[in-house]
Structures are given as structure tokens and as C-alpha cells.
């Protein structure tokens, strides 16, 4: 059995970079995967769409590839999005411009094209029309472990029809195991008899296994990247994959330029970028979730862990198996029905001084000060979910709204002996059940990224973070105005901190929002006092 150890780095690395990968990598990447063993590079991508700035990989066009050195025995292949040989362009007329010259006038040995179930039957005429002109092909099937048996043999028949080098099949989601990705190949095999390929990914840390079982079942084509570089969490890595073809092919490899590349250019673009599985990945591949929206959260500094996960959740009982901005925004608002609420603020609030206590060190450390502040001065003290840093006789109440980290603090707020305010008719069954009989005040949230809106028994607030909520709690109740303590703030180069400073610029902009004193230290543009003057 003849393996094919295809490396993908700079086509499916390129989601992060924007395929703008330089040539000393990139003529460093072709010499270390000649002396590891791998038989064919996928340089990038070819396609006919030029939406905002990409790199050359993003094209691979002949005359770029033309200006590398490529390395003898090297086999080049690039890839083709299916979806553009379906759409609104001609077929044919698409090919004829992705692929002017013929395979013997390209540097171009494999074309690849990657595509739906949807978009396969399609598609598959262009392998006819590539293999006249010369050029290997490949089809890699997306999203096939959820697919039945009838289903996927269905497809391999399809595929016999046409003259393909390889047919592969994509973990796409990454919720394979080596026993569901051996079932897929015996399905696929009981109608195709052709090489067979696979392409993993590492949600659950199982593409490298995932790739051997497909090797032990017969599969020849197997893909992997340097560090696994990929989409979201990434695929099987050719530094490992290497080691195990070698082998199994009795062969030995050079791994040093490998390492060398890893060091100087990979690792560090790794703790840049920061791809590879992680507790997020795994959980979207537990469940089917397309990996770009995990992606997508981790670079968006608005998303903090709970709300990553309470993204999940949501996508896990309404579907996330295609990617889009407009689901992952949806999913982001967590709440359900009308922000309607049953309880007004007014009647605890009215005309009342509001101190805050966030969960800052600011409020530990100036505990004495603050204690005495509140029995002399009787503000209504408001704690923000848990903060328990001072006596809880002198917490009126707590406050807290954002699902994934009431349901983690639950068991805290039934010990907890103050009232707690939440939109409670809008938190998800769960969480209300796990409150059990704790005395709720229940005040919707309605999350809209204008700004801030205040009304009887509901709020609109721009983002689901607590201090958010909490403002609008105070100016709904038409209190006199709001002290904050322990609301210290982050490094300067936090996006956290960003982010606060945008919320509070846009509360104090607000109409009807009251005056608000920082009484212990705070890196926010706050008007600041000091409890110990007070």
C-alpha cells in the first residue's frame, strides 16, 4: 500500500494569516517537508472571488508558484472551493479561468476541490474536465460523520462515474472517533474502490489517532499541517504524522529543518494566533458545532468564558452545524422571551445613594473604610454576583444576570442571604430550577449594542456584563447616584479594559444616567473620591 502524506499548512493555515505567508517561510516550509516525507504540498487555495486583502496563498496562481524553488519530488497541489463551481459563474467558464494553462504548462500537479454534500453531485463534472488537461484530482467531502449509511454510499456511487485520484472525506466538525471514521470508510468502500483519503481535525485531540485507524482500514491519502495549523482547532501535525509514516514505511525522515521551521516561524505564529484544541473545541466537537464559531468568540475580546459557553449551550440545542455571523450574534443574547421582568427597582431604590461593590481587590483591601462608610452614610449596598469581601450584614442585595455564571455560582447564592436581582423569567430552565427557593427580584435584560435604555421593570443594556446590568438596575429604580468600589480595572493592554471603558462612556452618555464616584482605586476615567474622606 503506496501512502500519499499530503501537507496542507499554507492553504488551511491561511485562515488566520490571510494566506499572507512570506517566502523565506515559505521555501523553508518546501525543504523541511521534503526531508520529513511528505509527497505533496498544497500551497493555497485558487480561487476567482478578491474580497478584501489576501496573500498570495490565498490565489497560488502559476506565476507565484513559478517564483519559488520547489524542491525535486515535491508534488504541488492547490484547492478549489466547490461552491465556486456551482454558483452564479458558468461551470466551465469558472475552470477555464481558475486553470488557463494546461497540467504540462503548470506547476500544478493535484487540484483539489473541497465541497458540500450538497454541491458534490454537481461538482463532480470538473474532474472530467481537469483530467483532460492533465492535472491529478481530488474531492474532499465536508461533513460527513452525520451523514447515514445510505447516505454516504449514495455518494461513493456518484463518485464512481468520474475518474478522481482520490476521494476523501473531512471530519469537518472534529466529532470523530477512530471507530466512527473506520464505519465511514467500510460505507464509502462497499461502492468506491479508488484511493480513499482523510482529512481530520483536533477537537476532541483525536485527528493523529483518527488518521492511523484510517490508515489500518485501507485509506491511502492522509492530510496533516505543521503544528496542525488550521481552522479553529486545527488538524492532525505533520511533525507527528511524519514520524508514524516513516514507520510504516520503513523509512527514515530529516526532522531537523522541520523543528528548525517550527521554532523560528510556526510556534511563535502559534502563540500569536492560538490554534489547537482546547476545552471550547472539544465541547463544539462534542456537539456538532462548526469550529469557526469558537474561533470567532476566542478573537473577540467581547466574549468573556461564560459567554463563550453559553454560546455553546445554545448552539447544542438549536444547531450550529453552518457557520453565521447573524446565529453567533443571536446566540450571544442568551436570554429568552420578552424582557418584560415582574419587579421594579423603585421601591428600594428611589431617591437612594447605591454603592456598588464589584469583584475587584479594591474591596478587600479598603474593607474597614467601606464598612464604615456604609454604617454611617446607609447607601443600599449592591454586591455583584458573589463578592462576599465584607460583612454580609451590610449587603442589601446581590445582583447577577449572565447564565453560564449563575448557574456556576448557584449553589453560592442559595447559601448567600440577600435577595438576588436577575432576569429570571428569561434565564434558561436550568438555571432557574438550580435557584431553587432563593427570594429572586426578577428584572428583565434586553441586549441591544446601541446603548442604554431604562424602564419600569426591564433594561437594555449594550452587552450582558454585570456592571451593565446593574447601572441600568440603579437608574430604573431612580436612585440619587451610584458609588463604585472595587472596581480596580485591568492592564492597559487588556481588551477587557477597552471594552469597560467604551460601557461606562456609553452609560454616562445615556439619557438619564446618574453620577457616578469611584471610591477606591480604579484605572477607569471615572470621577473618583476617596472613602477615606467621605
Request: net charge negative.
Amino acid at each position: 500500500m503506496t501512502i500519499i502524506f499530503l501537507d496542507c499548512t499554507l492553504r488551511d493555515g491561511g485562515y488566520y494569516n490571510a494566506w499572507d505567508f512570506s517566502p523565506e517561510l515559505i521555501h523553508q516550509y518546501l525543504e523541511a517537508m521534503q526531508a520529513a516525507g511528505v509527497d505533496v504540498v498544497e500551497l493555497g487555495f485558487r480561487t476567482l472571488k478578491n474580497q478584501g486583502f489576501q496573500g498570495p496563498c490565498a490565489f497560488t496562481t502559476d506565476e507565484f508558484i513559478r517564483s519559488l524553488t520547489i524542491p525535486a519530488g515535491l508534488t504541488i497541489g492547490v484547492m478549489v472551493n466547490g461552491n465556486e463551481l456551482v454558483g452564479e459563474v458558468p461551470q466551465q467558464e469558472a475552470l477555464e479561468r481558475l486553470f488557463p494553462n494546461a497540467a504540462a504548462d503548470s506547476p500544478v500537479d493535484l487540484v483539489r476541490i473541497a465541497c458540500h454534500v450538497h454541491e458534490f453531485e454537481k461538482a463532480l463534472p470538473a474532474v472530467t474536465w481537469l483530467k483532460e488537461r492533465g492535472y491529478q484530482v481530488g474531492f474532499n467531502l465536508m461533513q460527513v460523520a452525520d451523514r447515514t449509511e445510505e447516505e454516504v454510499k449514495a455518494l461513493a456511487r456518484q463518485a464512481k462515474a468520474y475518474p478522481m485520484d482520490a476521494l476523501y472525506f473531512a471530519d469537518s466538525m472534529g466529532s470523530m472517533n477512530p471507530d466512527q471514521a473506520a464505519q465511514i470508510i467500510q460505507w464509502f468502500r462497499s461502492e468506491w474502490k479508488g484511493p480513499m483519503g482523510i482529512h481530520t481535525h483536533d477537537n476532541l485531540g483525536l485527528a493523529l489517532s483518527n488518521t492511523l485507524r484510517a490508515l489500518d482500514e485501507g485509506v491511502t491519502w492522509v492530510d496533516s499541517t505543521v503544528t496542525g495549523m488550521g481552522r479553529g482547532p486545527g488538524n492532525a501535525r505533520t511533525e507527528e504524522l511524519a514520524i508514524e509514516i516513516a514507520e510504516r514505511r520503513g523509512k527514515s525522515v530529516n526532522m531537523v529543518p522541520l523543528m528548525v521551521l517550527l521554532r523560528e516561524h510556526f510556534t511563535p505564529m502559534q502563540a500569536h494566533y492560538g490554534w489547537g484544541t482546547n476545552p471550547y473545541y472539544y465541547l463544539a466537537g462534542k456537539y456538532g458545532i462548526h469550529p469557526t464559531y469558537i474561533q470567532e468568540m476566542l478573537s473577540d475580546s467581547r466574549y468573556s468564558e461564560e459567554d463563550v459557553l453559553a454560546v455553546i449551550e445554545h448552539l447544542r440545542v438549536e444547531g450550529g452545524k453552518k457557520f453565521s455571523l447573524n446565529t453567533l450574534d443571536a446566540a450571544r443574547h442568551f436570554y429568552r422571551g420578552e424582557p418584560k421582568g415582574q419587579w421594579s427597582p423603585k421601591e428600594r431604590f428611589a431617591g437612594r445613594e447605591v454603592l456598588l461593590l464589584g469583584t475587584g481587590p479594591g474591596v478587600a483591601r479598603h474593607r474597614e473604610a467601606l464598612e464604615r462608610y456604609i454604617r454611617d452614610h446607609q447607601p443600599l449596598v449592591l454586591a455583584l454576583n458573589t463578592q462576599s469581601a465584607i460583612d454580609a450584614e451590610l449587603i442589601d442585595l446581590r445582583v447577577a444576570c449572565h447564565p453560564v455564571r449563575l448557574l456556576a455560582d448557584c449553589e453560592a447564592h442559595t447559601r448567600l442571604p440577600q435577595p438576588l436581582i436577575t432576569p429570571f423569567s428569561m434565564l434558561p430552565a436550568d438555571v432557574r430550577d438550580s435557584l431553587g427557593e432563593k427570594q429572586v427580584l426578577d428584572f428583565g435584560l434586553n441586549v441591544q449594542a446601541d446603548g442604554f435604555e431604562f424602564a419600569e421593570t426591564h433594561c437594555t443594556s449594550p452587552t450582558s456584563l454585570v456592571v451593565a446590568y446593574v447601572l441600568a438596575v440603579a437608574t430604573s429604580g431612580q436612585a440619587s447616584r451610584i458609588l463604585m468600589a472595587g472596581f480596580d480595572g485591568y492592564g492597559a493592554d487588556d481588551p477587557r479594559s477597552r471594552e469597560m471603558h467604551q460601557l461606562l462612556e456609553q452609560y454616562q452618555a445615556a439619557e438619564g444616567a446618574l453620577p457616578i464616584t469611584a471610591i477606591t482605586p480604579t484605572r477607569y476615567g471615572l470621577h473618583s473620591e476617596s472613602v477615606y474622606a467621605l
